[in-house]
C-alpha cells in the first residue's frame, strides 16, 4: 500500500517538475524576493526602516517598468529578533513561498543562525543590514555583504580624535554592549590604541536593554576619560550623555552608526555634545540622502518616510543590488545565473548614497569606504566632517 | 461504553490502560505523525519539530508545576543549559548524540539544585520570582564563562548522530523529535501513577497536609525539580540539535512565560494538556498570519505598518479568551468533547 | 568619598523608580492575594497617556498632573472590573495568567496607537540639572525621589488612619470575616486596583522625566519585581524600602565590581534576603491552617 501510495506521489512530482520549466520564484510577470526582519520587538525601528527601503526600490523599479518585462514583489517576514524565529521565517520564504532570492537579513546572529538553510537552499542571498565577519568566513556561494568590517566603527572616529582633534595624550574609554556586536566595537577600539599609542582607562561592558548608566558614567568620570567611545543605541546613548552633562564632564564622544537615526540626535540634542558618527551610507542631511527621501515621499507610505533613516537607505541599496544582478542576466533569470553576475559585480554606483559597490573579490564583501558626521545637537542635525574614506 | 476492569495478573494491573481502544488510536495518531515527511515541506516540517520538542520542556514543566504545585518562571534557564551543554558536549568534545542528550538533562538536573534548595523554605510567588532570578544568573553565567561558551559570539552545534547515523536535515531530525516525545510521554504517565507522582499530588494540594501524612517534603520538592529540569534539559538539548546555532538570547525570559502559557492553557497536570496547548501556542502566530493572508489585500494595505502589533493584540486576545472562557483549558474541552461524543445521542 | 556618594545617590534615584514599580505590586498582592503581571505596561499605557495630553497647548503642568492621576484611576478601575473581578473563584494560575495576557494586549495596543520611535518627554520641572553640595539632580531625578517618599508617608497613615485602608488591612487578613464586618469586599478589590494604577502613573512619569518616552518603559515592571520580593510581597512601603536598597546595592556593584554584575546584584541580594527571611524584609509570615 505503501509502496504504491510513494510510486504515484513520485510521478506526481516528476510530471509537475517537467511542466515547471522556470526557476523558483520567478513568472514570466513577476520576480518574487523575501526578507526576514525584526519589524516587533526591541529592534523594530532597524527593521521596519529596512524593509520600507526595500519597498522603496521595488516601487521605483516597478514605476520604471520592472526589470527586462517582470515586475518585483517581496514578502518580509518578522522574526522579533529571536535567531530560531529567523530560521523558522527563511524556512517559510524558501519552502512555502518559493521566493526567489533574499534581500532581507535581518541581525548578525540572527543571519548566522539562518546560514546552514540558505546554503542548503543555494538561494542569492544579499546582507547588508548587520555585516558580521562570521558570515563571509568561509565564504557562503550564494551569499554577498555589503558592508564594512563591524570593528572599523570602533577604529574611524577613535583615529579621527587623534588626527584631527590632536587628542593624542588624552585618557580613552568605551562602553560596549555585551554581545557579539559590541565585541566587534571593541576589537575596533582597541585596534585604535593600539596603533596610536593611545592610553585606555576605562572598557566597561554594559547589557542590552540597561536604562540607568550613573555607575559607568561615573566609573568613566573617575578614571578622567577625555575621549569616549559609546556602543550605545537611540535611547541609551541619550541617557549616558545627559549623565555626562550631570555631572559636568569635558568629553569628546563618538558612537556607531545607529547614532546617526533622527531619534537618536533629537533625543541626545538636549545634552548639549555634538558627537562623532561613522557610517557608510549617507546620512538625512547629506544630498543623496535627501534626494533618496524625495522618492521616499512619493512611493512610501507617511508612517515609513516619517520613520527615514540610514536602514532605510540600507534596504533600499540592498534591493537596488540585486535588481542590477538579475538586470544583467536578461530574459533568463535563474539563481545560478544572478549569482554569477553579482561575482562579477564591480564599482556598481549608488548615486552618492554609499561608495561602489564591489562583489568581485574572494568574500563576496563589498567593503565600502566610511564618511565621519558630527551632530550639531543646537538644531538636532547631523553634518557630514569628512567625504567617503577607505581605511 | 467501557466496562470490564476485571484484572487477572500483575501485567494487567501495571499496563497503562486495560482497554485496546487507546492504544490503536494512539498508533493510529503515530503513524499519521510518521508519514507527515512525506507531505509537509521544511516548514511545516520545522512547525512540527518546534512543537515536539517544545513539549518535552512543557511536559517537565507541567510536571514541576502542575503536578508538584511549584510555580517556576525559570525554565528558559533550564532550556539554556541544555542547550549549551549539548553544543559544548557534541562540539567541543565529540561525544556520541545520545550520551550528550541525556548528560545535557543530568546537568539541568544538578542545576535545578539551586532552585530547588530555596523552594524548600518559599512559597508560591516569592519562589516564583527566586526561579525568575535563576533565569537572569545562568544566562549571566553563559556570558562570563567566555572560554567555554564562547560567551556572546553563540554556539554553532553539531547535529545530532546516534550511533554513527546522523539526523541532519529536517526530516531525519523530525523522527529523531518525535521518538523522544513519544518517550517522554510514556515516562510521564508512568511516573505520575507512581508513589513519587502520587506524592506530588499531595504536596501541591496541601504541602503541610501533605508532611502530616508522612511525605518527605525535602525529597519530593527536589526531586520534583530535578525531574523537571532533565526534561527541559533535553529539550534545550534538541532545540540546539535542531537549530544548530545558539546563543543566549535562543531563550530569553519571555520563553519562560510562554512555557507557563503552554501549560496553562493546556490544562494544568494533564500529559495530553501540556501538548496540546504547546501545540496552540507555536501555532498562533503561524493561524494569524493565515487569517490575516486570506483577509485580503485591503485589510492588508489598511494595517500594512501596524500589522505587527496587530498581531500581537490578537494573540493576547486569544489567550485572554481562552482564560476566561474555559479555565481548564484545552485539556478541559477534550474532556467534554470526549463525553459528548462517548455518551451520544445521549449528551447534553 | 564622593564618587561613594555620587553612586549612592544614583542609586537613590533608580530605586526610587524600583520602589514606586514596588509599590503597585504590594497594594494589589495585599488586597488580592495575587501578582499583576501588567504593572510594567499599566505604567507604559499612562506614560504615554502623559504624552498625548500634555501635547495639548497651553496645559500646566499642576494641572496635567491630576489629570493623568485622575486617568490612572478610571484605567485601574476599569481594569479590575473588566478583567480581574470575572475571574474571581478561578485558581490563581489562571488569574495571573490573565495579568499576563492583558500585559500583551495592553503593549501592543499602546504600540498600535502611538508607534514604536523613542520620543522625547516634554520637561516642565526644567531640564538644567541642580546643584546642591556637590551633588547633581535633574529635576526629574528630584521629582521620583519626592513621589516615593510622599507616597510611604501617604501610605502608612492610610494603612493606619483611614477607614478604608483599615478596611483593606481586614480583607488582606480574612476575607470572609470582613465581609461579615459589613466590609465590601469587592469595592475593596477595585480600590486597590485604582491605586496600583496610581503608582503606576508616578512611576511612569518619573520614567520619562528622566529618560525619555519610550516602548521600553514596559520592561521596568520585570525590573521592579527583585524590589517588591525583597521588601515582602504584601508590604507596600517595604516595597519601596527594597526599591532603595537594590537601587544602591546595583549601583554599588557597578561602580565597585564592573564587569557587567550590576545586572544580577539586584537578583542575587534577593536570593540571599529569602534565605534569611523568606517573606521579604517586612512581608507577613503566611500561617496556613492544615
Known sequence: ?391 | MRSRTYKTDVAQLVALSDHRAPWLWAAAALALLALAPLVLGAFGLNLLITIFVLSIGVLGLNLLSGVAGQISLGHAGFLLIGAYAQAILTTDYKLPGLLALLLAGAVAALASLVVGVPSLRLKGLYLAITTLAFTFIVRHVVLFAEGLTRGSNGMPVEALSVAGFSFKGDQRFYYAALVMLVLAVLATLNLMRTRIGRAWLAVRDHDIAARAMGIDLMRTKLLAFMVSAFYTGVAGALVAAQTRFINVDTFSVLVSIEALAMVIVGGMGRVHGAILGTALIVLLPETLNLAFGAAGDGVKTLMADRIYEVKGLMYGVVILLFLRLEPEGLAGIWRKVKRFWVQWPLSQ | MDYFVNLVTSGLVIGALYGLVAMGFAIVYRATGMVNFAQGEVMMLIAYAAYSLSTIPGLPFWLLLPLVLAASVGLGLVIERLFIRPMLGEPMFSRVMVTIGLAVVIRSSVLLIWGVEPTAFPRPLGSEPLRLAGIALYPGQIFALVSLALLCVLMALFFSRSRIGIAMRATSDNETTALLMGIDVKRISGIAWALSAVFAAFAGLSFCLMFSLEPEISQMGLRGFPATILGGLDSVVGGAFGGLVIGVAENLAGGYLGRGLKEIAGFVLIVVVLMVKPYGLFGQREIERV
Not at chain 1, 574611524?156 to 593624542?168: G, H, I
Request: contains cysteine; aromatic residues 8%.
Open chain 1, 1 to 391: 500500500m505503501k509502496q504504491t501510495f510513494l510510486a504515484a506521489a513520485a510521478a506526481a512530482l516528476l510530471s509537475f517538475g517537467a511542466a515547471q520549466a522556470q526557476e523558483v520564484g520567478v513568472t514570466a510577470t513577476e520576480i518574487l524576493l523575501g526578507e526576514v526582519q525584526p519589524m516587533s520587538g526591541p529592534a523594530s525601528l532597524i527593521g521596519k526602516a529596512g524593509a520600507a527601503g526595500s519597498k522603496l526600490a521595488i516601487a521605483e523599479i516597478n514605476a520604471a517598468g520592472g526589470i527586462n518585462g517582470r515586475k518585483l514583489r517581496a514578502i518580509y517576514e518578522d522574526d522579533g529578533y529571536v535567531p530560531s524565529r529567523s530560521v523558522s521565517a527563511v524556512k517559510k520564504l524558501i519552502d512555502s513561498d518559493k521566493v526567489f532570492a533574499l534581500t532581507g537579513t535581518t541581525g548578525s546572529s540572527h543571519m548566522v543562525a539562518m546560514l546552514p538553510t540558505i546554503e542548503e537552499a543555494k538561494i542569492p542571498t544579499i546582507v547588508h543590514m548587520a555585516p558580521n565577519p562570521a558570515i563571509v568566513n568561509p565564504r557562503r556561494p550564494t551569499v554577498f555583504m555589503i558592508g564594512p568590517d563591524y570593528d572599523l566603527a570602533g577604529y574611524v572616529p577613535m583615529r579621527y580624535m587623534v588626527d584631527k582633534l590632536a587628542m593624542k595624550g588624552g585618557k580613552f574609554g568605551i562602553l560596549y554592549q555585551d554581545d557579539d556586536f559590541g565585541k566587534a566595537l571593541l576589537a575596533g577600539y582597541q585596534k585604535a590604541m593600539k596603533e596610536f599609542g593611545l592610553a585606555s582607562v576605562a572598557e566597561i561592558p554594559f547589557k542590552r536593554g540597561a536604562k540607568d548608566f550613573s555607575a559607568e558614567v561615573l566609573t568613566l568620570k573617575d578614571k578622567g576619560v577625555t575621549g569616549v567611545y559609546l556602543g550605545t543605541l537611540t535611547t541609551e546613548s541619550a541617557a549616558v550623555m545627559s549623565e555626562f552633562r550631570r555631572l559636568d564632564m569635558k568629553v569628546t564622544i563618538a558612537t556607531l552608526w545607529a547614532g546617526q537615526l533622527p531619534a537618536a540626535v533629537k533625543l541626545a540634542a538636549p545634552a548639549g555634545y555634538p558627537y562623532l558618527i561613522p557610517d557608510y551610507y549617507a546620512s538625512n542631511y547629506d544630498p543623496a540622502g535627501q534626494q533618496l527621501m524625495e522618492l521616499a515621499k512619493k512611493h512610501l507610505s507617511a508612517d515609513d518616510y516619517a520613520n527615514f533613516n540610514r536602514y532605510t537607505v540600507s534596504g533600499y541599496v540592498g534591493t537596488k543590488v540585486l535588481a542590477e544582478g538579475i538586470k544583467r542576466c536578461g530574459a533568463a533569470v535563474t539563481r545560478a545565473c544572478v549569482v554569477d553576475q553579482l561575482n562579477k559585480l564591480q564599482n556598481f554606483g549608488t548615486a552618492g548614497l554609499t561608495g561602489p559597490i564591489s562583489f568581485n573579490n574572494p568574500k563576496a564583501q563589498a567593503v565600502l569606504p566610511i564618511k565621519l558626521f558630527q551632530t550639531d545637537p543646537a538644531s538636532a542635525t547631523v553634518k557630514s566632517l569628512t567625504d567617503f574614506i577607505a581605511y
